[in-house]
């Protein structure tokens, strides 16, 4: 049997369900599958039924895709209420040899995690851990030191416990199991190195989706705040479409595609044209870039103003993330914001998307705790992975491969 690790990741956005399937391989992740399904029901009112619908779909077209099906599932967990509770752990390691194992730091993580804060919180992340000995302080895990003493910094992350145990019944609802669950803003930070970008600055993080837009606020190393704003880019595009009758599926890519936001080079020049009761219709540069534009510079200020104290106090970077960068002219307008910014996309091929950085980082942020838990569990049966990708003797020269076949399957269906 073939070693396979491979692991599924799942985001419940607000307006759908992304599944990415992968291999991590020598430190590398390969893209097996991407799969999305718009979740039944209006954005944001979607009931626990209907989420799980649209899981169970992309685990669907997942397997019928791969070969195999998905058993269980990193999940984002929503930014919502984060709270953050540093503790200080002492262990004392074996006096014999003096020596740190992994299962002293394993001990130091128990002891730490059961820390109990409010009733409404649930522990998600066990974020940056800074290790202490003889006097040198290490993000790496000091294996075989020898020393009298290991002191543990241990940063814990909590998330609303309704909303946690919501998603986790949806998956539940789905027939699968959770691997792992991960805030979905830690996450964009393991795919985005942003944690390495924090040592003599701030970093904002910003992350659009359709009906909300998170922030997230890191230094040394460490996810210090979130705040969620329940303004996403649906907001910039809904006069566009109720001025002009377009569902909102078609004002995004219609925003995506071909708008200009540059107000001053934005032309007559037609870029949609339809028919509404036999008459013609269509939209210019102009009239989408009036309606959509104000909208973005009123979000920019609300960021602005969110952002103020921080900027002010200290060199700051924004990264930004989520479906809303996938709109292609909105680089034209950011420059209003008050500090140097970037747009993140993922550079895996297969996953070229800024709505898919938060599966993308799921998988980094396990594979940086697995080795802690020894937890060698996968997403998915190697026995069905085994016989999926067996290699089968093509028949003649012409003819390919089972693998051959199914890898071509896996890179170019559209379904």
Known sequence: MIHQEIYASVEIAD????????????TRFHVLRVERCRIAGNSGRQSEDDIADA??????????????????????????????????????PEVSSRRIRLSDIQKGLNQAISFKPEEHLELVNVGCTKYVTNGITSRKMPIDEITDLLRMDVDLL????????????CIEKAGLQILDVCLDSYAIAQEAAVFEQTVDKYVIQIAIERNH??????????LVNCEYLEMGYESWLKELSDTYRLNTNVAFRLAQNTCQFDLEKASDQIIYVWSENKVQKS???????????????????KINDLCEKIIESKEVHIILTGEG?????????LDELKAPWKIYVPQTIGARDASLTVCMGLFYG???MKAIRKDHRISVNPHEVDNALRIVKPRNEQEEGGFTKKLKN??????
């Open 15 to 26: 307006h759908e369900v992304r599944l990415i399937v992968g291999q991590l391989y020598d």
């Open 213 to 222: 837009t998170t922030l997230s606020l890191f230094t040394s190393g460490k």
């Open 325 to 333: 960068c996938e709109i292609n002219a909105l680089s034209q307008v």
């Open 55 to 92: 899981i169970i779909k992309v685990v669907e077209n997942a397997k019928q895709a791969l070969g195999f099906r998905v058993e269980r599932v990193l999940l984002a967990i929503p930014s919502k209420n984060v709270e953050r509770h540093v503790q200080q752990i002492h262990v004392i």
């Open 158 to 169: 909590f998330a609303d416990k309704a909303t946690m145990y919501s998603y986790a019944r």
């Open 283 to 301: 939209i210019t540069e102009k009239e989408s870039a009036s309606v959509i534009v104000p909208h973005i510079q009123r979000w920019i200020a």
């Open 410 to 415: 896996i890179l170019l269906s559209d379904k």
């Open 366 to 368: 396990w594979n940086e």
